[in-house]
C-alpha cells in the first residue's frame, strides 16, 4: 500500500492485466509507471486497481466490481477493436474514458477472412488429416486419390462474398476479396455509400446472396445470435460461414445443426462464448468446423499497432487531450 501511495503521489500508475508489445510498453513508460499483473483474475489485479490511474487490458471482462478496486482510475484502454468486454455504463458513470484501437488490427483480421475462407473453400483441414486417415493411400495416384475422397474444393473465383458490417475491417475484405475475383454484398446501417464494386443491401439479400458469409460487427444486444436459425434459412445451401467477430454473434447450435445437414458447408471459427472456450466445446470438434484461438489479430504486424495504438490513447487521456480513438458516450451523442 505504501508503495501505491508513493505512485499517487508522483507519476500516473499504469497497469496492464496482460502483456502487449514492446512498442506500446515504451509509450507507456514515457507518460508512467507500468504494472503488468500477468493475470485476468480480479483478486490478483486488485492490489494494483487500488493504485491504478490508468487499466489496459485485452479481452478479458472490466465489470462494474473491477472498477469499483480501481477507485483513482481515469481511463480503461483496450488493446483491440470490440467492446463488448467492457461495462461501458459503468465506466461512464465512474467518469472514466475508454479508449479502443479500432483500424489497427484491420489488415491481419482481412488476411485471416480470405485464409479461413480459402481453407474451407479448398478441404484443407479434412485434406491435411487424410493422410492420417490412410484414406489417400490406395493405388492410383494422389490426385485422383483427392477426388475419390471428396477432397477437391471450389475456387473463390467468381463467387460471392457477403460482408455483414463494413467498418475497418469489413472494407478490408472486401477488397481483398475483389482481388480473387469476388463480387462483394455487404449490409451495415452505419454505411450509405459502400466502396467500389460493393453492392450494398440489407442482411436479407446479403445471406441469399452470399457464397461466402463473413462477420464483421461488433456484439451488441442487436446483433446477438444475429445468425440464428432462420437466417441460415435464408442463406444459399452449402453457403461457408467465417465468423471473426465475436462467438455471441452465431447461433452455435443452429450452425451446428445446419453443417450436419448440410445446409452449411463449413464454419470457420476465430471466437467464442465465453472464452476461452472449454475444450469440450461441440464447435471446437466437428469435422466441417475450422476453429481457431482468436488469434486473426495475432501477428506481430498487429500487435505492435495495437500495442502502439492503445499506449498513444491512454497516454492522452492521462495528460488531458483528446484521443483519436476515445469510445463516445451514447448518452451525450444523443443530445
Ligand atoms: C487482443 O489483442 O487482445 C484481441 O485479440 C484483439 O481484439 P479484437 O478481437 O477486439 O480486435
Redesign the pocket.
Known amino acids: 500500500v505504501s508503495g501505491v501511495e508513493t505512485d499517487r503521489a508522483g507519476r500516473p500508475v499504469i497497469v496492464l492485466t496482460?502483456p502487449?508489445a514492446e512498442t506500446g510498453l515504451e509509450v507507456l513508460s514515457g507518460a508512467g509507471r507500468v504494472h503488468v499483473v500477468g493475470s485476468t483474475d480480479l483478486a490478483a489485479l486488485a492490489p494494483a486497481l487500488a493504485g491504478a490511474d490508468a487499466l489496459v487490458?485485452?479481452?478479458?471482462p472490466v465489470t462494474a466490481e473491477l472498477l469499483d478496486l480501481a477507485p483513482h482510475l481515469r481511463v480503461v484502454g483496450?488493446?483491440?477493436?470490440?467492446?463488448?468486454?467492457i461495462d461501458l455504463a459503468a465506466a461512464r458513470r465512474r467518469g472514466i474514458a475508454v479508449v479502443?484501437?479500432p483500424g489497427?488490427?484491420a489488415a491481419s483480421?482481412a488476411e485471416f477472412v480470405i485464409l479461413a475462407a480459402l481453407a474451407l473453400a479448398r478441404r484443407l483441414v479434412p485434406a491435411r488429416a487424410a493422410f492420417g486417415s490412410g484414406s489417400l493411400s490406395a493405388q492410383g495416384s494422389l490426385p485422383a486419390a483427392v477426388v475419390r475422397s471428396g477432397l477437391s474444393g471450389g475456387m473463390l473465383h467468381g463467387r460471392t462474398l457477403g460482408l455483414v458490417g463494413l467498418g475497418a475491417?469489413g472494407t478490408r475484405v472486401a477488397a481483398y476479396a475483389r482481388g480473387l475475383g469476388m463480387q462483394v454484398v455487404a449490409c451495415d446501417p452505419a454505411v450509405t455509400r459502400g466502396p467500389e464494386g460493393v453492392r450494398l443491401g440489407d442482411l436479407a439479400m446479403v445471406l441469399g446472396a452470399s457464397d461466402v458469409l463473413s462477420l464483421h460487427v461488433p456484439l451488441v444486444p442487436a446483433t446477438s445470435h444475429l445468425i440464428d436459425a432462420s437466417a441460415i434459412e435464408q442463406m444459399r445451401a452449402g453457403a461457408l460461414l467465417v465468423n471473426?467477430?465475436?462467438g455471441g454473434v452465431v447461433d452455435e447450435d443452429a450452425v451446428l445443426a445446419a453443417l450436419d445437414s448440410r445446409q452449411l458447408g463449413g464454419y470457420a471459427v476465430?471466437?467464442y462464448d465465453p472464452e476461452p472456450p472449454p475444450a469440450d466445446l461441440p464447435v471446437l470438434n466437428h469435422p466441417a468446423v475450422l476453429a481457431t484461438p482468436?488469434?486473426?489479430?495475432?501477428t506481430s504486424d498487429?500487435?505492435a499497432e495495437?500495442a502502439r495504438s492503445v499506449a498513444s490513447g491512454v497516454v492522452d487521456v492521462l495528460a488531458g487531450r483528446t484521443p483519436p480513438h476515445l469510445v463516445p458516450d451514447p448518452t451525450e451523442e444523443s443530445r
Do not use: C, K, P, W
Open positions: 496482460e502487449i487490458v485485452r479481452s478479458s483496450r488493446h483491440g477493436a470490440g467492446l463488448d468486454n479502443n484501437t489497427a488490427n483480421v475491417i471473426t467477430a465475436r476465430d471466437v482468436h488469434m486473426a489479430a495475432m498487429a500487435l495495437m
